[in-house]
């Protein structure tokens, strides 16, 4: 019997090992995309630290991280339910939205609203959503701007110097 439960328990972990698998294949492209479309933008004169730096920066642990998804399939031992999928498709969705709104809207605005409705899919309730949305956007605009001097796209009726 306990042969059984163990063949069977192997079974269903599959479905999640090739999930894991597939996952960590899908983020290596990215991390190799970003890595290879950060050296395309171009760095202002005397500028320190280029707008290339932080996609680079990124790839690195998603490159990492799609490594051992691949390497090490397993961790999360169940296949999410439908609700679970749906909410990690609309996140992917968001955030190929968010990135088509960074230069028409600015930013700021484009930031708050990913943030609030990214926080909303994880639960939380519109207040919070508010708060965490606003911290973020202007907490890494200030990272940004202020801290690092890496100019971000401005919001256009605001007649912004970038």
Do not use: K
């Amino acid at each position: 019997m306990s042969q059984m439960s163990d063949l069977d328990a192997h079974q269903h972990r599959r479905p999640a090992q090739v999930g894991d698998r597939l996952a960590g294949a899908v983020l290596l492209v990215l991390a190799l995309g970003a890595w290879w479309h950060s050296h395309s933008f171009v760095t202002g004169f005397m500028q320190p630290v280029g707008p290339g730096a932080f996609p680079r920066l990124v790839s690195l642990p998603l490159a990492a991280l799609s490594a051992y998804l691949i390497l090490r399939p397993g961790f999360n031992e169940r296949w999410p339910d439908r609700a679970g999928l749906a909410r990690q498709l609309a996140v992917l969705l968001l955030l190929a939205a968010y990135a088509g709104m960074l230069e028409p809207l600015g930013f700021v605005p484009a930031t708050l609203a990913c943030a609030i409705v990214l926080t909303r899919l994880f639960g939380a309730a519109w207040g919070q959503a508010l708060i965490a949305g606003t911290g973020l956007a202007l907490g890494l605009y200030a990272l940004f701007e202020f801290a690092l001097g890496m100019p971000l796209p401005d919001v256009p009726w605001w007649g912004g110097g970038h």
